[in-house]
Each structure stands twice: as C-alpha cells, then as structure tokens.
C-alpha cells in the first residue's frame, strides 16, 4: 500500500488566495483526520471524519476552513481566504478504528 | 488547557544508553495511549501503545510504561542508536467515548555516536 498520500507537498500563496489541500486515505480505512502543526501549538487535531461523516470539527480555526469527505478515498481542507497565520505544516492521517493513524507526509503550507 | 503533556522538550542521549521519555495527563478518562515518532520532513508514524488495563507493553526496544494514579506514562529506549533521533509524540484517546487521539507538542530526542 502507498500510505496516506497528500498534495501538494509544499504550497506558497499570498494572504487573501484560497489554499486547498488534498488527501487519499489508506484503502479500507474508515477514520479520516487533518491536523495542523506549528512551533506554538504542537500537533492540533482540526477535524476528523468516520465513513466520510465529519464527526468533530471543534478544532476548525475559522469560518475561514472548511474540510469534505466526498467518498472514503479523498479529502479536501480549504482555506478561503487564507492568512500569514495559518502557515503551518498540515497532516492528514488515516486508521481502521480511531487509535493507530497513519499519517501522510504532510503540507508546508506558506502564506506571505 | 493542554490534556497531553510533555513536560521535557528536548533530550539528548548517547550511543548504547537508555532513552526515557516521559508524559503526563489530566483526563482521567483517556484509556488508550500512543507514542509516535517524526523525522523531519515526514509524518509521525506510530510506535507503540498501551491499553489502560495494562501497565507495560514492549516491542523489541522500545518499553512504554503506565502510571495511572499519577497520570504519567513514560517511554523507555534501551540500547538507544543514532537513527533514534528524532521527535518523539504522545497522544491518549477515551476510548469507551470513541474521542480523537490528544496530542502532547513532543519531546526531540538526540543520540549520539
């Protein structure tokens, strides 16, 4: 299996463009999960999905980001529109059950 | 307020010795807890774990140990090598609640030849 597949791998923008982010889980997985990690925060859970139903988005910043699960082999974290702040490296990770994830290679995303 | 923490941010060990990293938590429901490791550039990947209902779990090398009535678990690496160094995560879920993995920010391991 390839593992958790994100693209792009590294993104730069200017404050104000919409970033989209996508994700290919594990074939079969069933839990779906973007995180974001920056030096102040650590790893932060944003929102996880179970068989493509989001089911905790409390960690969502802003109205500002949004995530879909259109069937259980992608996803999508949009930022529209996107600012300084949200630079950070963004993981998805997948897992059968909620407990062992797998985690994708991740997005550096940059925004000047 | 943070659920998972790693209290030590970096450690530094040499070659052939023993790693001990260590977390505390608060929430007396989490019941599953994990550690991860990240080399730079990657995403973690997934280490070891331990079921409440336990007090130890081993794999090869790598021991992780559970406290529950100090809330504190810790990870041990015995004999630490080089291509150790790296990040080193701990996270807990409730698991009866069905929660998300809680994150600590991560202690950076060094070993040294």
């Known amino acids: 299996d390839a593992g958790v597949i994100q693209s792009p791998r590294h993104e730069v923008t200017e404050m104000g463009q919409e970033v989209t982010l996508r994700c290919k889980p594990i074939?079969?997985?069933?839990?779906l999960f973007w995180y974001r990690q920056t030096m102040m925060r650590g790893l932060e859970l944003l929102i996880y999905?179970?068989?493509?139903?989001?089911?905790?988005d409390s960690g969502m910043p802003e109205d500002r980001f949004s995530a879909k699960m259109p069937n259980a082999s992608f996803s999508t974290l949009k930022i529209q529109p996107s600012e300084p702040r949200d630079s950070a490296v963004y993981f998805c990770?997948?897992?059968?059950?909620?407990?062992?994830?797998?985690f994708g290679p991740g997005t550096r995303l940059t925004v000047t | 307020d943070q659920q998972v923490k790693q209290n030590s941010p970096s450690l530094s060990v040499q070659e052939g010795r023993i790693s001990i990293l260590n977390c505390d938590y608060t929430?007396?429901?989490?019941?599953?807890f994990l550690w991860y490791k990240k080399y730079p550039a990657e995403g973690p990947t997934f280490l070891i774990s331990?079921?409440?209902?336990?007090d130890k779990n081993e794999d090869g090398r790598f021991t992780v140990f559970l406290n529950k009535s100090a809330k504190h678990l810790s990870l041990h690496i015995v004999p630490s090598q080089p291509g150790d160094s790296a990040v080193y995560f701990c996270?807990?879920?409730?698991?009866?609640?069905?929660?998300?993995?809680?994150f600590g920010k991560g202690t950076t391991l060094s070993v040294s030849s």
């Open positions: 331990i079921s409440s209902i336990k």
């Open positions: 999905f179970n068989n493509n139903v989001p089911i905790d």
């Open positions: 074939s079969g997985h069933d839990y």
């Open positions: 990770a997948s897992s059968l059950g909620a407990h062992e994830q797998y």
């Open positions: 996270a807990a879920s409730d698991n009866q609640a069905g929660t998300a993995l809680i």
């Open positions: 929430n007396s429901m989490f019941d599953y």
